[in-house]
């Protein structure tokens, strides 16, 4: 089965400082990841995914996240954060091992900026 | 285009109510998706569709039903409310596989006392 880790439930960070969020993942073969950012009040929107080829995604919003297949990682960065940033992060993992494979998302980060 | 359109934003329902969660998709989207999310879990799958006239269970699919009888449309029904459906519900749909970007409505919040 398929699993989703974010160990970091709340993360508070100063504007402009620089952001990491962490995210571990279990499953089979190599997996199709996402990060997804829901802003309060909002649904899901999708920040980033990755598949295959180059390890380091850029995404939206000044995002990026590198692929570590020996850690088993998935990690969120951003150089600057912006008072806008602060929301909650979903790290989430899917793939076709074995078919249709849905997707199974983390319990999120709650991102909170401070000025 | 609207996106992933959402009806309604809040509901209060009473235990053994029912009612259905309406779902709307204007991106001729094959994929459609209900989802709850409960504080400090994430989101979880209550169904799917993988296009009109096929559904199939998620994660958590006890106390929900779905229908699709087009492509735009996804709505979920709850039949005898109970206050652990008290959650927010998401739908949300995809152009193909779930490894496609899921495009998300805004939400309804539902509570059952």
């Known amino acids: 089965a398929q699993s989703v880790t974010q160990p970091d439930i709340h993360i508070t960070v100063s504007e402009g400082a620089s952001l990491e969020l962490r995210c571990n993942y279990s499953y089979g073969a190599t997996p199709y990841l996402f990060w997804y950012v829901q802003s309060p009040g909002q649904g899901l929107q999708l920040l980033l995914k990755y598949f295959s080829g180059d390890t380091l995604v850029q995404g939206i919003k000044g995002f990026e996240a590198e692929f570590k297949r020996s850690q088993s990682s998935f990690n969120l960065r951003k150089p600057s954060v912006h008072w806008s940033d602060a929301a909650e992060y979903f790290c989430?993992?899917?793939?076709?091992?074995?078919?249709?494979?849905?997707?199974?998302f983390g319990t999120g980060t709650r991102l909170t900026i401070i000025p | 285009n609207a996106g992933v359109t959402q009806t309604p934003k809040f509901r209060i329902l009473k235990i053994g109510q029912s009612m259905t969660l309406q779902c709307t998709q204007d991106?001729?989207?094959?994929?459609m998706y209900w989802y709850r999310q409960d504080p400090g879990m994430g989101l979880k799958l209550i169904y799917y569709?993988?296009?009109?006239?096929?559904?199939d269970k998620g994660e958590v699919p006890n106390g929900y039903n779905v229908s699709r009888s087009t492509t735009e449309d996804f709505p979920l029904r709850l039949e005898l409310a109970a206050p652990s459906q008290t959650s927010v519900y998401f739908c949300?749909?995809?152009?193909?596989?779930?490894?496609?970007?899921?495009?998300f409505g805004p939400g309804t919040r539902l509570t059952v006392l």
């Open positions: 949300a749909s995809s152009l193909g596989l779930p490894t496609d970007t899921q495009y």
């Open positions: 989430a993992v899917g793939g076709t091992l074995f078919g249709n494979e849905k997707l199974t």
């Open positions: 991106m001729n989207h094959n994929y």
């Open positions: 569709s993988v296009g009109a006239g096929i559904t």
